[in-house]
């Protein structure tokens, strides 16, 4: 039996940044893959399992550098999270399906892919379609044993239903397979007995904590640094754009942490070339949605508006790189 601590698995969260993959509505493969990937990182991470990932925030990686980070950091094996999908209604598009490569070998990969279709069908899914070969260039690539689970299709409603219900459960039977493939002991109550911290979605796992530090150490708002970017930090967010809008144009706006019509009227677009407050609170906003502008300088050079590109995209908007009222409120989001 091997032990844990000496294995690395590699999540892979299939699409990201403008490849949103899959649709439905305004439902996203890139984010169901993402939600996943992290907790079956947790799940992994708790049992003592080393974990790599392939991305950690909504951000594009290419399917050579998806496989490369894998095979840089030496990893046992490889797993690519995906959703499916099927231009109409059908009773077949339905279910959990794995895919290995065509001449990978039924002994490692295949048999990897098998435990954690088993591992999944235990935690209810409406089928299990089964194991494919398919031509995945992120398999092909990959240096270990590797599979591609479809985790439900996106297509239909019941197993969206299912997805969000069972996404624990789900991510502690695909970290049951690895743990089955390995040979290892697996603890059913590992997670919830674990101290680990929250999972947090930016681009890195720190990078919430710190723009909340850095939030409160220039605007005082009173805000705890707990990495995850939620209420408070977003009425924070609107403090501080009072704050700069106040310095920068002597808006007079009251400092309440409201989005009223008082401080949407006192917004004027921040353009590339720009500099200074207004400009670092835009980057520190970027990053709390999963954006890399690059340092927190007040700088809006050109890392700056890709990485607002990026987000505008992504959200459906005008890609101008220039961020408008509408713009800033999609950041703040809440």
């Known amino acids: 039996m091997q032990s844990a601590l000496s294995l690395t698995i590699a999540l892979d969260a299939g699409h990201g940044g403008w490849d949103n993959g899959a649709g439905n509505g305004g439902r996203r493969e890139k984010d169901d893959n993402l939600r996943l990937a992290s907790s079956v990182k947790r799940e992994l991470q708790a049992r003592g399992l080393g974990v ?48 290995i490569y065509p001449t990978a070998s039924l002994e490692t990969s295949g048999r990897a892919a098998q435990l954690a ?26 240096e270990m044993p590797a599979f591609l689970l479809e985790v439900g299709f996106l297509t239909d409603q019941e197993d969206n239903r299912l997805f969000d219900q069972n996404l624990g459960s789900y991510a502690q039977a695909i970290a049951k397979g690895v ?27 720190n ?39 106040n310095g920068t144009y002597e808006a007079g706006i009251p400092v309440n942490g409201e989005k009223g019509p008082q401080t949407l009227a006192a917004i004027r677009p921040i353009i590339p070339g720009q500099q200074g407050g207004l400009c670092a609170l835009l980057q520190v906003m970027l990053i709390l949605n999963g954006y890399e502008p690059g340092e927190v300088d007040g700088d809006f050079g050109r890392k700056t ?28 989001g809440g």
């Open 117 to 142: 279709l088993s591992a999944l069908e235990e935690a209810g899914v409406q089928r299990v379609v089964g194991i494919s070969r398919g031509n995945s260039p992120v398999l092909r690539r990959a």
């Open 207 to 245: 990078a919430v904590f710190d723009m909340q530090q850095l939030l409160e150490a220039r605007y005082g708002f009173g805000l705890k640094a707990s990495g995850n970017f939620d209420s408070l930090t977003r009425r924070a967010l609107v403090v501080a754009l009072q704050i700069e809008l």
């Open 305 to 332: 508006a890709t990485a607002l590109r990026f987000f505008q995209r992504d959200r459906f908007m005008t890609p101008d790189g220039v961020a408008s009222t509408k713009t800033l409120l999609a950041l703040i």
């Open 52 to 99: 790599v990932c392939t991305r950690t925030d909504d951000s594009f990686v290419s399917l050579a550098e998806r496989a490369r980070i894998a095979n840089e950091k030496d990893a046992d094996l490889f797993i690519s999270l995906h959703r499916g999908a099927f231009p109409t209604p059908s009773k077949e598009a339905v279910g959990v399906a794995g895919y």
């Open 179 to 205: 743990a089955d493939f390995f040979g290892l002991s697996f603890d059913q109550n590992a997670t919830q007995n674990s101290a680990l911290p929250p999972i947090r979605t930016a681009r890195e796992e």
